[in-house]
Nanobody, 127 residues
Framework: QVQLVESGGGLVQAGGSLRLSCAAS????????MGWFRQAPGKERVFVAA????????SYADSVKGRFTISRDNAKNTVYLQMNSLKPEDTAVYYC????????????????????WGQGTQVTVSS
């Protein structure tokens, strides 16, 4: 299996920006589709963004579209989530995940499709 480690979480003010990173182990990083999910207190884990193995295809939840950008650097085995114009409702634990599944449209939205998960990193947005 692969190991994923998130970093970059923290406390920011509304309207601010934050960049999350997810470092993956192994030499087959480009074979994995990658996704970001988040879980707010008392709520289920939900899809935020995903990117295909090649990085050519991306997808976003409606709630973050236009504000968040997912990217990857396969040479560094790293996926990123650039978060701009942050809102208090973005407060959650953010999880990086990897999948070996080739989903329709080249990206996966369902968390059950992802077999590898990071430990999560807390993002808190104050008003």
């Amino acid at each position: 299996q692969v190991q994923l480690v998130e970093s970059g979480g923290g406390l920011v003010q509304a309207g601010g920006s934050l960049r999350l990173s997810c470092a993956a182990s192994g030499r087959t990083f480009s074979n994995y589709g990658m996704g970001w999910f988040r879980q707010a207190p008392g709520k289920e884990r939900v899809f935020v963004a995903a990117i295909s193995g090649s990085g050519r295809t991306t997808s976003y939840a409606d709630s973050v579209k236009g504000r968040f950008t997912i990217s990857r650097d396969n040479a560094k085995n790293t996926v990123y989530l650039q978060m701009n114009s942050l809102k208090p409702e973005d407060t959650a634990v953010y999880y990086c995940a990897a999948t070996e599944t080739y989903c329709s449209g080249y990206v996966c939205y369902d968390p059950v499709k992802y077999m590898y998960w990071g430990q999560g990193t807390q993002v808190t947005v104050s008003s």
